[in-house]
């Protein structure tokens, strides 16, 4: 039951292209790779190093990295600080920041590593306590994560389309929490591997329904990225592999 709903589910999305987007997703992943300056290799899918480049940051910058473990953004953001600044490197699971701290440590220079911080809040209520703190912040934010499902049997057994449902509230939730946490000028940069447009472009559209005249779309280009309303989207099928990733670039006014 399950597969059949996820299968009428997305091809209901994708029409006749979910077949050639399916067998990428189930199929052989491009050759990740790791950035430069590292003690030793982090290696990441090159879509997930390139959206973590769209962040605006300058050196002495307060970023925040709201769902950062499994910690491969935080180190590329670590690398554009250069050990100056704060990062401040959240996720609520102790087991995936202890993975992230060990990321850390073992991948970074300690000049970048003294400008790591690591916590465990609740990212959706976030700006409830530290409002316009950041410079810029980057949510990543927990979805659907459609190419593990497909490659895992019991995720694919398990899968119901409740699931996008109850995310799609989780991410809203968060980008609200992470606008509120952002410095009027700063950019808030939000990313999935989710291949669903209602985890994707339309919390964004959400989001500038919400906050009309504070919110403005800044322009981002993503190698083999295909334009949606809002944002970009790398899929697996035209990209030689790599993906998925959806980014969106937000400024605050």
Not at 116 to 132: F, M, N, P, Q, V
Not at 177 to 202: D, K, V, W
Request: glycine content about 6%.
């Amino acid at each position: 039951m399950a597969k059949e709903s996820f299968e009428e589910f997305y091809r209901r999305i994708y029409g006749t292209r979910w077949d050639a987007l399916r067998e990428a997703l189930t199929g052989e992943e491009a050759p990740k790779r790791s950035i430069d300056g590292l003690i030793e290799p982090y290696f990441m899918d090159d879509a997930s190093i390139e959206t973590a480049l769209l962040l605006p940051v300058e050196e002495g910058n307060e970023i925040l990295d709201m769902c950062a473990a499994p910690g491969g953004k935080t180190i590329v953001l670590l690398s554009r600080l250069n050990g100056t600044g704060r990062l401040v490197s959240n996720d609520r699971s102790p087991d995936r920041r202890e993975r992230m701290r060990r990321a850390i440590a073992s991948s970074c220079p300690e000049k970048w590593r003294s400008a790591s911080t690591i916590t465990g809040h609740d990212a959706s209520r976030w700006g409830l306590y530290e409002k316009e703190a950041y410079d810029a912040i980057l949510l990543d934010a927990p979805c659907s994560s459609e190419r593990h499902v497909l490659t895992s049997p019991e995720h694919y057994r398990m899968w119901s389309p409740s699931r996008p449902k109850r995310l799609k509230a989780q991410q809203f939730a968060m980008l609200s929490s992470a606008f509120l946490a952002l410095r009027h000028g700063g950019f808030l940069l939000y990313s999935t591997c989710s291949i669903n447009p209602e985890e994707n472009e339309e919390i964004i559209a959400r989001l500038m329904k919400r906050h009309p005249g504070e919110v403005e779309e800044a322009k981002i280009m993503l190698t083999d990225g295909e334009k949606r309303e809002h944002g970009m989207i790398v899929l697996p099928d035209t990209a030689k592999g790599r993906g998925p990733m959806y980014a969106a670039l937000l400024r605050k006014l």
